[in-house]
């Protein structure tokens, strides 16, 4: 009899040791399905709306109201103020936001984070098998990127919701557990505890939204107290915060500015609201809010009443944290990868010099998006460096140029000589559009905002759309001259017609205007057609480095790709005498 009551008693213990690591990777799996999801739908809508909303977010920068109701609907759409917060990061890094500006979409972006839990809450595990259905049907009926990430957006919803009632049903057998409950009452004794471990969730986790849904599943049967409730959503807001500031530890001051304000913002206002937690408590409970919604109508509150608070301080916010973070020491610029020493070695100096074009590429970039920014915005201070980007594009363009003279004094084998030829061309192509750029674009934009010209509402759509295919052909032209993929060469060629076209139904379409006696384009008619023809010079430029890749195959055949054995257009032969198909290398 012995003996059976020992075994029982063993057999009891194992039953719930297994149903204890049974409850924990149950609860461990809900917790995964909740994080994939949110990752599902922030990588969907990246792939299918990224470009769209990085140029809504910038041009969402223009004013207060704009940037706080930008910072929200982004956020609402990536699920992650982190993403939003990094996106805003790498625009404050190139100085096309102001500090303050920044401050005020990470604010909304705050608000925005609070709303996608409140909607994730709100919904039902029922309509989880729709959404995963469609989402997948979307995502299998054409292959394009919105589609493809439109697809993957409405699945990793349906996984969200579908988390939700894995974790409920998780948590229900740990609701009645006694270490929880101990656990629980631990932390409800010690609230800035509390704090502290929802904040090293969140940071674990990469998002407080998913620490936030499920301080709303533990939450159900009154198993958490108000108090407690309302310290581990603080600590939530506060840990989503800090990986941001992570990521950026070792950016420029400015963007190191933005997130330390932001991280200040949660830390002070949790801060300021927690010696207060038990009247708070005592003021929801007189709310009779709905308890099963109670973590997120918190979250919400909270966070609306913070930015409303902190906005208009946002100024006195930026300026502060310029002087508790310095700019960074200013170092001489130059050539940061040619060196003496590997001109014995020709593949490593080309391969050096390469690196070095393609930083003038991205120098040239940066003043492209703050031309397009000053334009979009009205406003002159994304203007202000650009003298002192194209000072730097032309140092490095003579380093570059310097080197790869001296580099070909060697003996060099035919495709060295080819290569080092088409990097001093391309150099000199990118230096010729930082002059375009700077006494041209620069320049007309200048004369925009000053004299408070506006373009008409066509006007300004055409100038925006060469703009973007601008961008567009910059960025291919630089992983071109990297990868010499033809199909590349042949894009950019043929885009070179897309631009083309739209220079051409631009200019027509505003003669048009004039002749209809428009007022906006009648103001503007000379700076309109300035920057037509500045953008359409650049994109020429740009082409160049498609010509020896296009050439070396036989594609070219005086300046017109060739398609198969016809020539794709008389639009392709537009090359400028002065940038024939291999352009000469000048001094």
Known sequence: MRRQSRTARLICKEA???????????????????????????????????????????AGTSGPFRAFLSGLVVTVFLQSSTATALMIASFVGRGLVAGTAAQIVLLGANIGTA?????????????????????????????????????NALIGIGLMLLSLYHLSAATEPLRSHPALLAFIGLLDNALPVALIFAAVLALISSSSLAVVVLILTLSHGDMLSIPLVFALVLGANIGGAVM?????????????????????VRVLGALAVMPFAEQIAAWLSLLQLPPAMLPVDIHLGY???????????????????????PDD?????????????????PALALASAMREVLRIGDLIETMLMRTISAFESNTRSPLAGIQAL???????????????????????????????????????????????????????????????LTFSADGVAELRELFDITLQNLRIAQTVLVSHDLNLARQLMEIKERVRHVERRSAENHLQRLQEGRRESIRTSS??????????????????????????????????????????????ADTSPAHPARPPAAS
């Open 390 to 452: 194209e000072g730097q594009v032309d140092r490095l363009q003579q380093e570059v140029k310097l080197y790869l003279s001296k580099l070909n004094r060697s003996e060099l084998s035919e495709a060295e000589a080819s290569g080092s030829m088409n990097l001093m061309d391309y150099a000199i192509n990118l230096e010729h559009i930082g002059d375009i750029i700077e006494k041209g674009l620069a320049e007309a934009v200048w004369k925009k905002v000053d004299n408070g």
């Open 16 to 58: 719930g040791i297994l149903g204890s690591v049974s409850v924990m990777i149950g609860l461990g799996g809900a917790v995964a399905l909740l994080l994939f999801g949110l990752a599902l739908v922030k990588d969907g809508v990246t792939l299918a709306f990224g470009p769209k909303l990085r140029k809504g977010l910038h």
């Open 329 to 345: 020491p200013t170092l001489e610029f130059g050539p940061e990868f040619i060196a003496e020493k590997e001109l014995a070695t």
């Open 527 to 572: 700076l309109h057609l300035d920057i037509l023809r500045d953008l359409k010079r650049i994109n020429a430029h740009l082409v160049t480095v498609a010509h020896p890749i296009l050439d070396d195959r036989g594609l070219l055949r005086e300046s017109r790709l060739r398609e198969t054995g016809r020539d794709i257009g008389p639009a392709a």
């Open 115 to 151: 709303v996608t839990a409140w909607l994730v809450a709100a919904g039902t595990a029922v309509i989880a098998p729709a959404l995963l259905l469609i989402g997948y049907v979307i995502r299998r009926s054409r292959d394009s990127n919105i589609t493809k990430g439109g697809g």
């Open 244 to 264: 941001p500031v992570l990521a950026t530890m070792h950016a420029p001051a400015a963007t190191r500015r933005v997130m330390w304000g932001n991280l200040g």
């Open 303 to 325: 966070n609306l009443v913070l930015g409303l608070l902190v906005w208009p301080l946002s100024g006195l916010l930026s300026r502060l944290m310029e002087r508790l973070i």
